[in-house]
């Protein structure tokens, strides 16, 4: 059974940084693209980056275009999200989605919508005093 579980959540100051890791287990991990999301409370849940299956292609939400980068490292079965840079309103859970690819073209897929993934990690809070 596949499982994603997110790390690298905390309290920080605005202007501090994070780094989100988001460990994969019971898949070839190649084959999926991954997303993060973050949900505010009382908000929708929203994409805030997202890589292909290989790495090289990437997708920010405009808010954190500039401060977040995604990246990933297949031999160790992990995506990171580094956060710089950090404002109140990042407060929110950040979770990571993996979505399986199929076929040459879907190595450099990005996906950006919650519904395009199979499998999610159960959340990490992040939050950012002023």
């Known amino acids: 059974q596949v499982q994603l579980v997110e790390s690298g959540g905390g309290l920080v100051q605005a202007g501090g940084s994070l780094r989100l890791s988001c460990a994969a287990s019971g898949l070839t991990f190649s084959n999926y693209a991954v997303g993060w999301f973050r949900q505010a409370p009382a908000k929708e849940r929203v994409i805030v980056a997202a890589?292909?299956?290989?790495?090289?292609?990437?997708y920010y939400r405009d808010p954190v275009k500039g401060r977040f980068t995604i990246s990933r490292d297949n031999a160790k079965n992990t995506v990171y999200l580094q956060m710089n840079s950090l404002r109140p309103e990042d407060t929110a859970v950040y979770f990571c989605?993996?979505?399986?690819?199929?076929?040459?073209?879907?190595?450099?897929?990005?996906?950006?919508?919650?519904?395009?993934?199979?499998?999610w990690g159960p959340g990490t809070q992040v939050t950012v005093s002023s």
């Open positions: 989605a993996a979505k399986r690819g199929s076929g040459f073209y879907s190595t450099s897929t990005v996906y950006t919508l919650d519904y395009d993934y199979d499998s």
């Open positions: 890589i292909n299956r290989s790495g090289g292609y990437t």
